[in-house]
């Protein structure tokens, strides 16, 4: 079963605390993005990832720190830095197909302060 | 510049009714426009897409409207039923790149039954 893997589905943070969020892909994309998503906003984009040991800040990457040291995984850390953290957050993968690249969403994390 | 407005919010319409979804942008620079539907503790999955050298493009209940020279494109669903209901974005993108994608804020249409 293809796809991309988003753990865990819930996840409380305390204040002061490192929160890791996991993302796995199967499907053998090179690019992945982290997004967060707010209640009545849009998704915002805060890091992406276009080959293995390489990833660039998005529009919102304070306070949020990533790694890709394995092509199908690009794990997420909410750092303590970041003062507002609750949110659904969004992992990716994505193809090009024809003239764009088309994104394959996981499930999600809802992430929430104690 | 690059924000794509998008309304409205919120969506009530009836079985087999038509719903309509909204929206602009600025950045004539755009040119790729994705429709993303997303239904509750879900991620978001492309549902259809138009690129603005065309004015219109459908795929079954499914339109993209395209206006190059009012910067607005639209989503309809014909026929709508209530297993659409789910929350709508519409995109914005430059050269069809996913890092380069601006998101509208989202429409939740909910259809009765």
């Known amino acids: 079963d293809g796809g991309i893997t988003q753990s865990p589905k819930y996840l409380f943070r305390k204040e002061g605390q490192n929160v890791t969020l996991s993302c796995e892909q199967n499907?053998?994309?090179?690019?992945m993005y982290w997004y967060r998503q707010d209640p009545g906003q849009g998704l915002r984009l805060i890091y992406y990832?276009?080959?293995?040991?390489?990833?660039q800040k998005g529009d919102i990457a304070e306070g949020y720190s990533v790694s890709r040291e394995k092509k199908e995984s690009f794990p997420l850390t909410v750092t303590s830095a970041q003062k507002n953290p609750t949110a659904f957050y969004l992992c990716?993968?994505?193809?090009?197909?024809?003239?764009?690249?088309?994104?394959?969403f996981g499930s999600g994390t809802q992430l929430s302060v104690l | 510049q690059q924000q794509v407005k998008q309304s409205p919010q919120s969506l009530i319409v009836q079985k087999g009714g038509i719903s309509i979804i909204n929206c602009a942008y600025e950045?004539?620079?755009?040119?790729?426009f994705p429709w993303y539907q997303q239904f509750p503790g879900k991620g978001p999955a492309l549902l259809i897409a138009?690129?603005?050298?065309?004015s219109e493009k459908k795929e079954g209940r499914f339109t993209i409207s395209f206006n190059k020279s009012a910067k607005q494109f639209s989503l309809h669903i014909m026929d709508s039923q209530p297993g659409d209901s789910a929350t709508y974005f519409c995109?914005?993108?430059?050269?069809?790149?996913?890092?380069?994608?601006?998101f509208g804020s989202g429409t939740q249409l909910t259809v009765l039954p």
């Open positions: 138009i690129r603005p050298d065309v």
């Open positions: 995109a914005a993108s430059i050269t069809g790149s996913a890092r380069q994608l601006t």
């Open positions: 499907l053998n994309h090179d690019a």
């Open positions: 990832s276009q080959i293995v040991n390489d990833f």
């Open positions: 950045n004539t620079a755009f040119d790729y």
């Open positions: 990716a993968s994505s193809i090009f197909a024809g003239s764009h690249e088309k994104l394959f």
